[in-house]
T-cell receptor, first 111, second 116 residues
Framework: QKEVEQNSGPLSVPEGAIASLNCTYSDRGSQSFFWYRQYSGKSPELIMSIYSNGDKEDGRFTAQLNKASQYVSLLIRDSQPSDSATYLCAVSPGNTGKLIFGQGTTLQVKP | GAVVSQHPSRVICKSGTSVKIECRSLDFQATTMFWYRQFPKQSLMLMATSNEGSKATYEQGVEKDKFLINHASLTLSTLTVTSAHPEDSSFYIC????????????FGQGTRLTVV
């Protein structure tokens, strides 16, 4: 079992729709959770961080964490073509900064 | 925001030569830096954890004698790929943790290494 799992996609949504990205992790001791966006050939860019159960909203992005289910998700509202990228879920075992990445979900937002 | 600069952004080298990649935290002191590698269409894989003034900790399967890491100051870590071979061609990315915000890692822009 992979430590962090994501559907590779591609996930295709029309412009203006809500994109829902999901991630599960295996280490119950994980404390910090992150969503990164990566454009082709570029380095990951931090979108959201979440540390406690529940929802965290930042603009069009909402991260959701459920530690009991070992599940973290990212919702993107009003999706734009510029949101088309690979979204990486990352989990940190403790406050170490060390990140374990999922394989990423490719999102395609069609105009 | 915290800025991590990585240099060079692209490098092409001949098989058998060594390549050094620098990772600098420009506006903060980094207690720890991490080196990742990403092959095409794959995710980032952690190679090693680098702490200032001490030996790096390598992940299982990463050859420490091939990937030399030096972390001489709180703002600079270097990764040297020694005796590079075509299979070492990859995207190498560093990240750094700011002392005041230890939960968040900031990434450099990455180095595309091509070994011919």
């Amino acid at each position: 079992q992979k430590e962090v799992e994501q559907n590779s996609g591609p996930l295709s949504v029309p412009e203006g729709a809500i994109a829902s990205l999901n991630c599960t992790y295996s280490d119950r001791g994980s404390q910090s959770f992150f969503w990164y966006r990566q454009y082709s050939g570029k380095s990951p860019e931090l979108i959201m961080s979440i540390y406690s159960n529940g929802d965290k909203e930042d603009g069009r992005f909402t991260a959701q964490l459920n530690k009991a289910s070992q599940y973290v998700s990212l919702l993107i509202r009003d999706s734009q073509p510029s949101d088309s990228a690979t979204y990486l879920c990352a989990v940190s075992p403790g406050n170490t900064g060390k990140l374990i990445f999922g394989q990423g979900t490719t999102l395609q937002v069609k105009p | 925001g915290a800025v991590v600069s990585q240099h060079p952004s692209r490098v092409i080298c001949k098989s058998g030569t060594s390549v050094k990649i620098e990772c600098r935290s420009l506006d903060f002191q980094a207690t720890t830096m991490f080196w990742y590698r990403q092959f095409p269409k794959q995710s980032l894989m952690l190679m090693a954890t680098s702490n200032e003034g001490s030996k790096a900790t390598y992940e299982q399967g990463v050859e420490k004698d091939k990937f030399l890491i030096n972390h001489a100051s709180l703002t600079l870590s270097t990764l040297t790929v020694t005796s590079a071979h075509p299979e070492d061609s990859s995207f190498y990315i560093c990240s750094a943790i700011e002392i005041a915000q230890e939960r968040v890692a900031f990434f450099g822009q990455g180095t595309r290494l091509t070994v011919v």
